[in-house]
């Protein structure tokens, strides 16, 4: 058996028949940048989300770019945020010249909310939690600690669209959710794609400027912006999926549900902790594994790919040097054994199957 991580050509099939005719729509219409699919999708999302506004653009990383410049954060402020996430994360935080402030994670993955406001300095003009691997960060007291601070929040949501706090979606607690449509996401295109989601009027507006050169009228630039366009043929693919999330998230949940039972007496394996009252996505299923490159080895031998997320640290990483001597002692350990198995609405429960025989069967060998 050979199962890949990801299965894009199974992905295509299933939404072959709607995507098609909806491409070809775009392609006859000669119409490609903004337009009229890019609002379409941004009504529909923002109604999924239940916020005011969503800002179509071209990927996450400007997302978060762009939010950050629309509240006003510039060179030499600091934002909060954690080093357990894609480096886009910080890099949108570099990219406007501010400093990112790397805290601890928590036993979920997520960014420690005690961890935070030991680090805020009069500097400190917003807060950037990853809702990692699908399961919301603790926003109640992320939402508190920004209160009492007079700071922002700004979500990256870019792995858990769909995903919950106490009954209300990512993407809509802080000033602004930021999304990837990358086509690895949950909600993914054939390509690069991103989103901003608001409820504030005010700021929608000057995101929507900014995504499209600060431009507010044809050749009248008020803002300063960068180019970070949807294009239409990304967001016609992404209304047509959209329909289908929710079901889609079932189905990883139906998954990482099978992985518990299956792997629940492999001691040598440590399942992921759910927080209590979220609505976990599941874009990744991430364990905890001994002898994990061991593992990962013997499970690529038996044709199943699994993959690191993240196996070097943000702060860690060469091109954020000066960094390197901090020390996050939690969330280093927690690197060396982490271990995501495949989990997507196109893996069959029977793969998933074969996946924990080969794990449990990997352990009993090294008894």
Do not use: W
């Amino acid at each position: 058996m050979v199962i890949p991580f990801n299965n894009f050509n199974k992905e295509y099939h299933a939404h072959k028949k709607e995507i098609l005719p909806a491409i070809s729509k775009v392609l006859e219409s000669g119409y490609f940048i903004l337009g009229k699919e890019v609002e379409d999708f941004e009504k529909a999302f923002a109604k999924y989300l239940e916020t005011k506004h969503v800002i179509g653009v071209a990927n996450g990383m400007e997302a978060i770019q762009i939010a950050l410049m629309a509240i006003g954060v510039k060179r030499g402020d600091e934002v909060i945020t954690t080093s357990l996430s894609a480096c886009a994360t910080a890099l949108a935080i570099k990219i406007i010249g501010a400093k990112p402030i790397f805290v601890d994670i928590d036993q979920y993955y997520h960014i420690d909310p005690k961890e935070i406001e030991r680090k805020i300095t009069k500097k400190t003009k917003a807060i950037i939690p990853v809702h990692i691997y699908g399961q919301a960060a603790n926003m109640s007291k992320i939402m508190a600690i920004a209160k009492k601070h007079n700071l922002q929040v700004i979500e990256d949501c870019a792995q858990a669209h769909g995903a919950k706090f106490k009954n209300k979606k990512v993407g809509s607690f802080g000033i602004a959710g930021c999304f990837s449509f990358y086509p690895t996401k949950n909600l993914g295109t054939y390509g690069d794609g991103g989103a901003i989601a608001t409820s504030n009027v005010e700021l929608a507006n000057r995101m929507r400027m900014m995504r499209n050169y600060g431009q507010e009228n044809r050749y009248e630039h008020p803002v300063i912006g960068i180019n970070s366009r949807l294009d239409a043929i990304h967001a016609t693919i992404l209304s047509t999926k959209l329909k289908k999330l929710d079901i889609n998230n079932k189905k990883r949940a139906s998954l990482a549900k099978l992985y518990r039972k299956e792997l629940q007496s492999v001691k040598q394996i440590k399942l992921p902790i759910e927080r209590k009252g979220v609505a976990h996505v599941y874009h990744l299923f991430v364990v905890e594994a001994k002898k994990r490159e061991e593992l990962q080895r013997y499970l690529g031998k038996k044709g199943v790919a699994t993959l690191i997320h993240y196996p070097i640290p943000i702060h860690k990483q060469r091109s954020f040097r000066e960094f390197n001597s901090l020390h996050l002692p939690r969330l280093e350990e927690r690197t060396k054994k982490i271990l995501s198995l495949p989990c997507h609405p196109y893996l069959s429960l029977n793969e998933a199957r074969f996946i924990s025989k080969q794990i449990r069967q990997f352990y009993s060998l090294e008894r």
